[in-house]
Every structure is written in C-alpha cells, then in structure tokens.
C-alpha cells in the first residue's frame, strides 16, 4: 500500500518538471510556437499542446503574435505571461538606497533612488526602506502587495547567529538587534538579505563574465574592496556570513592593521582599495588627480592609466596591477577557482590593459592559474543581483505546478 499510495503523484510530478522545462526555455529564448517547445523539450505535439494550455490557465503563458517570414503556415507564439508575478530589489549604501521592481521575466518595470544622508535610527532605517520600495512599486504602476519577494543588499553580511550586521560600521541604523524584526513586520512578502559584492557575483553569474561558471572569485573594487567566493555554484558565506571579507586581508606590501574591526579597513584595503589610488598616483608623479568621491577619482585615474603607454600613469597601473595581484594570490591559493572576475569601476575601468597586467602578475605569485575576466554587468551591478536572486525565488515558488 505504500508503493501504491505513492504512484498518483508521478504524473504529476513529471507534468510539473515538464512545465518547468518549457517556462525555462520561453525566459530564455523568448516567444517560441508549440512545435518548437516540442523539440526543445521532446515532447509529443499533443503532449506540448496540453502543456501551453494548461500554463495558460494557470496564468504563466499567454498567446502573443504568430511567426512570420519562415516558409509554410504561420503558428501561434507563445511567451511567459509577464504579470504573472513581480520581485524587487534594493542596494543600500550610507548615501542613498536603490530600489527596483521586475516582472518575472526579468524586466525592470519601475526604479526608485532614495538619498539617505546623515546618521540614521532603526526606525528611521524602516521607513526609508519602505519609503524607497514603494517608490519603486509607484513606478511600475503596482501595489506594494504585489511584490511576492524583496532582496536587500547591503555592505558587510548579517551574522545568520545573531541576525546582528556586521563588517559594514559605516552603515548606521543597521545594527539594532530587532532590525530584522522590524523590516519583517513592515513588509508583507519575504525579504532577504545578502552581501552587496555577493550579489554583484550572482548578477555575472546569471548574466555576465561568469555565465557557466560553477567555481569562481569575484573581486570588487569600488566603496570598498570585497570579493564573492562562489563554489560548486553556489555562494560560499562563511559561518558569521564574512567570506569575502578580502579588504581585512593582511598582505605585504602594506602595514599590519591591528582591531580590523574598530578601524573598518585592513592590509589589503590599505594596499589597493580605491582610497590608495590618488595617493599612489601623487607619489609617481601623476599630474591632473581629479577631486570628487574616492571611488570615482579611484575609476578615473585607472581608466587614464590604462589608455598611456608610458610614463607615471602607465607605471600606476603597473603597480596597481600588482598590489591587486598581491592579495588575490593568498585567494587563489586557497580556493583554486576556475575563473577570477574584475568587477567594480576601480577595476572594470582598467579593461582589457589592467586585467592583462594582473593576469601575468598573479601567474608570478601564485601556482594556481585561474583565468581573469572583466565584469560585464556594470550598470548598477548590485541591484541587478538582488532582482536576480529575488526573480530565482519567485520562479521557484510561481512556476511550480505540481501543488
């Protein structure tokens, strides 16, 4: 009786993994007619046919247009119903927070940029969330109901034992104990939580230099100097979620940093996060520095450096180059990754000229060989991955069909 009870569920299940196989592929290649989801899938026309109608009825498919230009008779296209479900995702820094809502296709279909200056309450920190996430769902035309899932980024990680943030001091009104309680109670649909450098590395993942890709580091150079550590595909985080904390790093070449911590910043910050360029370009006799927020001096300079053949701006990206190199082969030591991808405007600003320095440095400096790429997702690359993570949650929950 209890092999008997369990065969009713099979059809199902099947059903559901068939169901799945196509919405995958219609996300992916866009609207496609019955015939060709059958040979994508390998279903029978008539089995292909009961899959679309019952997507269709169940809200995930619509019929849109007919194929044209190909020889014999037209067929209906179909595509996966965008309205069948939203996600949002927010980019919080000390500045401002970055809010987006996306249909489940992918698409942003409202955006909303909050400034957040000054010191901030718990309280406060709610209401700006809020406030940002509904500008956002304003945008799209929508209500805040829905949205079936949030993603948050935000520097540093929250301790998954204490639900306390940490390696992020500079940004305050995220460290009282019940933050997490509250955003909870303030917000009707799940909400996560993840490290902003993470999510950058789930956005090349899904969309960019890393595509494919099941063991990889992510080195990000722009507020901060952090690097994602994915592993068998998926993100590695560490017991407190501080894997990848690589600016804590003690390296040569830069002075011990004692209580990391208190002082927020550590040897490999010192050496080659976006605050040393200016100071490094002054000491080779770089002329020109321009003023403005360390960060995007930090991109301009590298990318002037990169474009010069010779002189004090080719020898800043050369020392550059090997400052980067330095702390990525203590990584590349350990993990053995696959592939290294430069993102951030510290390092995508470089291109092709510091990724190819940096390549032959950290062959001098460390005995694993990972390949080095550019990023490719650098239009608000955090904010991208916290859609994506939110969008892959909300695909689980709304494509399946075996309930």
């Known amino acids: 009786m209890a092999g008997t009870a369990g065969t009713p569920g099979t059809p ?148 998954p034992n204490t639900g306390r943030l940490r390696y992020a001091s500079h940004l305050p009104g995220w460290h009282t104990p019940a933050l997490l309680d509250e955003l909870a109670a303030a917000l009707p649909m799940p909400v996560e939580y993840e490290n902003d450098v993470n999510l950058v590395a789930v956005a090349e993942q899904r969309l960019g230099a890393a595509r494919g890709h099941a063991d990889f580091v992510l080195l990000w150079n722009e507020g901060g100097l952090g690097a994602a550590l994915v592993l068998g595909g998926r993100l590695h985080r560490g017991w407190t979620g501080g894997a990848g904390e690589v600016g804590f790093l003690p390296v040569p070449g830069a002075p011990l940093v004692r209580q990391v911590t208190k002082t927020g910043s550590g040897g490999y910050q010192e050496l080659a996060g976006s605050q040393a360029l200016p100071r490094l370009a002054r000491e080779l006799g770089v002329t020109r520095i321009p003023s403005g927020p360390y960060p995007e001096v930090a991109a301009a300079l590298v990318a002037r450096a990169a474009a010069a ?68 997702v650098t239009e608000h690359p955090v904010l991208r991955g916290a859609l994506e993570s939110a969008l892959a949650a909300t695909r689980d929950e709304v494509f399946d069909t075996s309930r």
């Open 309 to 376: 053949d010779d002189g004090p701006e080719r020898q800043l990206l050369e020392t550059y180059a090997t400052r980067l190199a330095t702390g990525l082969a203590s990584l590349v030591s350990v993990l053995d990754p696959e592939l290294v991808v430069l993102s951030g405007a510290s390092l995508t600003s470089g291109g092709e000229p510091l990724r190819a320095l940096v390549q032959a440095e950290l062959a001098e400096l460390a005995a694993a060989r990972p390949r080095l790429l550019v990023g490719d």
């Open 12 to 159: 199902r299940v099947l059903r559901a993994m068939n169901d799945r196989a196509a919405l995958d592929l219609l996300l992916e290649h866009g609207p496609l007619s019955r015939t060709r989801i059958g040979k994508l899938t390998g279903l029978s026309k008539p089995t292909a046919s009961q899959l679309l109608a019952r997507l269709e009825a169940a809200g995930l498919v619509l019929a849109t247009g007919i194929s044209e230009g190909r020889p014999g008779p037209s067929a209906q296209l179909y595509e996966v119903d965008p309205t069948a479900a939203y996600a949002a995702g927010l980019d919080v820094t000390p500045e401002r927070i970055h809010a987006a809502v996306a249909d489940i296709t992918g698409r942003t279909v409202g955006a909303y940029e909050l400034p957040t200056p000054g010191r901030k309450s718990a309280t406060s920190v709610v209401q700006q969330v809020t406030d940002a996430l509904d500008g956002a769902v304003k945008a799209a035309g929508l209500a805040r109901a829905d949205v079936h899932r949030v993603v948050i980024g935000t520097p540093g990680a929250f301790d």
